[in-house]
């Protein structure tokens, strides 16, 4: 488990992180979210050693994250940090062994994985020949390659199409389910994070606004709004009174009703005139959220 206490980091007269405090299970894929700005970079960069706080602590697994071997962590920032005239293949191999991989089995993961995400054709080129998308490929490649326990992506996605961006999130859905795996994806695109992500943390200027599993989020910020479905268009939607109707197009609606009115009731005056698809509670979206 990753655990940050209480961890403030200033820059002059700006306070970037502001006393967050939270804890990243195993094994979890993890979303921290926030607008540009928000403080997620400073985080990542005091989890990963760049930085050190002001105050406070971050333990992995219960030891000082300064503690544990640099091979726990692998981390992909958002710039890209590759020298433009190495080969891929020998890039890769000499990021692997700044990891402490030797040299044997840090040619045969680069092959492995150029192979994995079929870049091999790509392995004699120089990086200043490949495009934004390639380059981002072959950092991912050098970050996941020596198995981090701990690997933390900061908009990791940014120049890829959309094959490569389905082929990075299948690999990552992979280390994390076979491999029990820690990933902590940052971004901004709520969209791409409830897709991808079972808990998240929300921060905005530096302060932590809301972290936890998705799921018991989405039921907290619940405000008794329901999707109804129909299989033919009604002539109208004749619903009692107390149905609010928010949105709705032929078939569906997005409603909100009074407490004292019964399911039983709606259900009994929609289906006079067509039946039923589908009723259910309608959670928000983190973007609503």
Request: aromatic letters at 8%; hydrophobic letters at 40%; one cysteine or more.
């Amino acid at each position: 488990m990753l655990t940050i206490e209480n961890v403030r980091r200033a820059y002059d007269d700006v306070v970037a992180v502001d006393n967050v405090s939270l804890q990243i299970p195993k094994a979890t894929l993890f979303g921290l979210l926030g607008p540009n700005g928000a403080g997620k970079t400073t985080l990542i960069r005091i989890i990963t050693r760049i930085f050190f706080p002001d105050q406070g602590q971050v333990y992995w697994n219960n030891t000082p994250i300064e503690k544990i071997p640099n091979k726990i962590i692998g981390y992909l920032p958002e710039e890209r940090g590759l020298y433009p005239n190495f080969y891929v293949h020998e890039h890769i191999r000499y990021l692997l062994q700044l990891k402490g991989l030797p040299a044997k089995e840090a040619k045969e993961k680069t092959q492995q994985w150029l192979n994995a995400l079929q870049l091999d054709h790509l392995s004699h080129r120089k990086v200043k020949q490949l495009s934004k998308g390639q380059q981002q490929l072959i950092q991912f490649i050098a970050t996941i390659a020596y198995e981090p326990e701990l690997l933390i992506l900061d908009e990791p996605f940014t120049g890829l199409d959309p094959v490569n961006t389905q082929k990075m999130i299948t690999i990552l859905k992979q280390m994390v389910e076979e491999k029990k795996n820690t990933v902590v994806l940052s971004t901004h695109q709520m969209e791409q994070a409830e897709l991808l992500c079972t808990h998240i943390a929300l921060i905005n200027k530096g302060k932590l606004l809301i972290h936890g599993e998705v799921k018991t989020i989405k039921k907290q910020f619940f405000d008794e709004q329901y999707y109804l479905e129909v299989e033919q268009p009604p002539s109208q939607w004749n619903l009692p009174e107390g149905v609010e109707i928010l949105q709705q197009n032929e078939t569906a609606i997005l409603f909100k009703k009074n407490e004292s009115l019964s399911f039983a009731a709606i259900v009994a005056a929609v289906e006079q005139q067509t039946p039923i698809v589908r009723l259910e509670q309608h959670l928000p979206s983190l973007r609503e959220i």
